[in-house]
């Protein structure tokens, strides 16, 4: 391996160390829930207006 091989590795391996960190700070965190999407709720019938649940 010569010295611009190995300049081009180190220069690779830096931009994506660089790459990565990039997209790790951006991620944002998903609220559970927010939009309804955790608890469903009876619309018609004796349980109306309650949580469904996946027991039955």
């Not at 700070?25 to 349980?47: C, F, H, M, S």
């Given at each position: 391996?010569?010295?611009f091989e190995?300049?081009?590795l180190v220069k690779n391996l830096k931009d994506s160390?660089?790459?990565k960190?990039?997209?790790k700070e951006l991620r944002k965190e998903v609220?559970?829930?927010a939009n309804g999407t955790?608890?469903?709720v009876v619309k018609k019938g004796i349980n109306?207006?309650?949580i469904a649940t996946?027991?039955?």
């Amino acid at each position: 391996m010569n010295k611009f091989e190995f300049k081009n590795l180190v220069k690779n391996l830096k931009d994506s160390l660089k790459e990565k960190a990039f997209f790790k700070e951006l991620r944002k965190e998903v609220e559970t829930g927010a939009n309804g999407t955790q608890d469903y709720v009876v619309k018609k019938g004796i349980n109306k207006d309650t949580i469904a649940t996946t027991r039955q």
